[in-house]
C-alpha cells in the first residue's frame, strides 16, 4: 500500500504521459500507459473496502468455520464491497477515456491512423480562430457526453446491485 501511496502523490496524467512517451504509439502501449497510470485508485478502493468489510463480527465468524477461505471472500466480503469498487471502475474508466483523448491531442497516445476523438479534435484545433470551430467542438462534445453515460452507467449497476437497495 505504501507504493500505491506513492504512486498517488503523482498526477495520473503526468504519469501517462511519460509511460505513453517511453513505450512508444500504439493500441497496447497506450493500454498498459493507462492501466498502470490508474490501477491506484482501483487499489487503494480494493483493499479499504476488504479492509473494513473483513474486521466484522459476521466474517470473522465466518472464518472460524471449515469453509475455505476463498469462499467466506466470495459469499461475505466481495457482495458488500463491490458497490464502491463499481463507482471507482466507472469513474477510472471515464478517466482512461479522456486521459486517452488528452494524450492522443498531445501526440503521444494512437497513432493518428487510428480512430480517437483526441485526434479528431487536434486535427480541428487549427482552424478553431478560422471561424470552423466546429470540426474540434463535436468531438469535444461526443467526448464530454461519453463520459458522462459512462458515469451513469456505473451509478445503475451501483444502485442495482447495493442489496439495501432492493425491496
Known sequence: ?????LQLSFPAILLAFVLAALLGQGKSQLVVALVAAQYAYFARTAHGA???EGHK??????FSTPLPAWRVVLRHILPN????????????IASAISLEATLSFLGVGLPPTEPSLGMLIANGFPY?????????IYPGVALIVL???VNLVGDQIRDQLNPRLKR
Do not use: N
Not at 500500500?1 to 501511496?5: S, W
Not at 464491497?81 to 477510472?92: E, H, K, M, N, S
Not at 478553431?128 to 474540434?136: A, E, H, K, Q
Open 50 to 52: 476488504a479492509s473494513a
Open 147 to 149: 463520459i458522462f453515460s
Open 57 to 62: 463480527d459476521y466474517v470473522e465468524a465466518a
Open 81 to 92: 464491497a463491490l458497490p464502491p469498487l463499481i463507482v471507482v471502475a466507472t469513474v477510472q
Open 1 to 5: 500500500m505504501r507504493l500505491i501511496d
Open 128 to 136: 478553431m480562430l478560422s471561424g470552423r470551430y466546429w470540426i474540434s
